[in-house]
T-cell receptor
Framework: GAGVSQSPRYKVAKRGQDVALRCDPISGHVSLFWYQQALGQGPEFLTYFQNEAQLDKSGLPSDRFFAERPEGSVSTLKIQRTQQEDSAVYLC??????????????????FGAGTRLSVL | GDSVTQMEGPVTLSEEAFLTINCTYTATGYPSLFWYVQYPGEGLQLLLK?????DKGSNKGFEATYRKETTSFHLEKGSVQVSDSAVYFC????????????FGTGTRLTIIP
C-alpha cells in the first residue's frame, strides 16, 4: 500500500480482556516503531524492530505488553489483561533503512492513523 | 534522558498572522530535530526536519532553525491560513543506533478567518 496501515481504527475492550493491534508498514521498510499517545499528550516510544528483530523494548510499560514482527513485515502489538490506563491511541511508524548504519542520512518515520483503544 | 519542551496551547490566530511555536530540547550528542503535524482525523505527518546545528528546515511556508547554542527549534510561518489549523509536535531523535522519536506534548493551532 501507499502508507502505513493500522487496524482496527477503534477498539473497545472490557477491563481484563486481551487485545491485538495490527500494523502494516510501507512495503520494503526495514524499521518499525510503536508509540502510545495518551489524550492531550505527545506520542511516547514503546518498542522498535529492525526487520524481525526487536532491538529496543525499553518503552513497554509492563509485561502485559508484547510486540512481534515474525516475518519482518506486519507487526502486532498485544496487550494482555487490559487496564483502564491502557486507553490511548497506539501509533505505528515505519522507516526505510535500518538505524545505526554508518553513512546513512537520518530516516524519516512515516506514521499510520493509529488505533484508538478504549478500556471500559 | 532526552526530552522536548513545547509551547503549550491552544493557540488561536487570525488568518495572515505571524506564527511562532517555541520548542526547546535536552539531549546528549547530536540529535536530529523534527516538526510533525496532525490534521483532524489524520495521522502524524512530517512537516520539516534538521539534522545538524544551524540547519534550517522548511516546508509549506513553515521554517525552523536548529540552534544548538540555545537548544531550540522554534517553528515559524509568516502568514498562516485556515488550512494550517492542526496539532503541531516538536520531536527529536538520537544519534545512530537510537532513532526512536521523543515528542513534545503538542500545540493545537486554530486559525480563524
Amino acid at each position: 500500500g501507499a502508507g502505513v496501515s493500522q487496524s482496527p481504527r477503534y477498539k473497545v475492550a472490557k477491563r481484563g480482556q486481551d487485545v491485538a493491534l495490527r500494523c502494516d508498514p510501507i512495503s520494503g521498510h526495514v524499521s518499525l516503531f510503536w508509540y502510545q499517545q495518551a489524550l492531550g499528550q505527545g506520542p511516547e516510544f514503546l518498542t522498535y524492530f529492525q526487520n524481525e528483530a526487536q532491538l529496543d523494548k525499553s518503552g513497554l510499560p509492563s509485561d502485559r505488553f508484547f510486540a512481534e514482527r515474525p516475518e519482518g513485515s506486519v507487526s502486532t502489538l498485544k496487550i494482555q489483561r487490559t487496564q483502564q490506563e491502557d486507553s490511548a491511541v497506539y501509533l505505528c511508524a515505519s522507516s526505510q533503512a535500518r538505524t545505526g548504519a554508518q553513512g546513512l542520512a537520518k530516516n524519516i518515520q512515516y506514521f499510520g492513523a493509529g488505533t484508538r483503544l478504549s478500556v471500559l | 534522558g532526552d526530552s522536548v519542551t513545547q509551547m503549550e496551547g491552544p493557540v488561536t490566530l487570525s488568518e495572515e498572522a505571524f506564527l511562532t511555536i517555541n520548542c526547546t530540547y535536552t539531549a546528549t550528542g547530536y540529535p536530529s530535530l523534527f516538526w510533525y503535524v496532525q490534521y483532524p482525523g489524520e495521522g502524524l505527518q512530517l512537516l520539516l526536519k534538521a539534522t545538524k546545528a544551524d540547519d534550517k528546515g522548511s516546508n509549506k511556508g513553515f521554517e525552523a532553525t536548529y540552534r544548538k547554542e540555545t537548544t531550540s527549534f522554534h517553528l515559524e510561518k509568516g502568514s498562516v491560513q485556515v488550512s494550517d489549523s492542526a496539532v503541531y509536535f516538536c520531536a527529536l531523535s538520537g544519534d545512530f543506533g537510537n532513532e526512536k522519536l521523543t515528542f513534545g506534548t503538542g500545540t493545537r493551532l486554530t486559525i480563524i478567518p
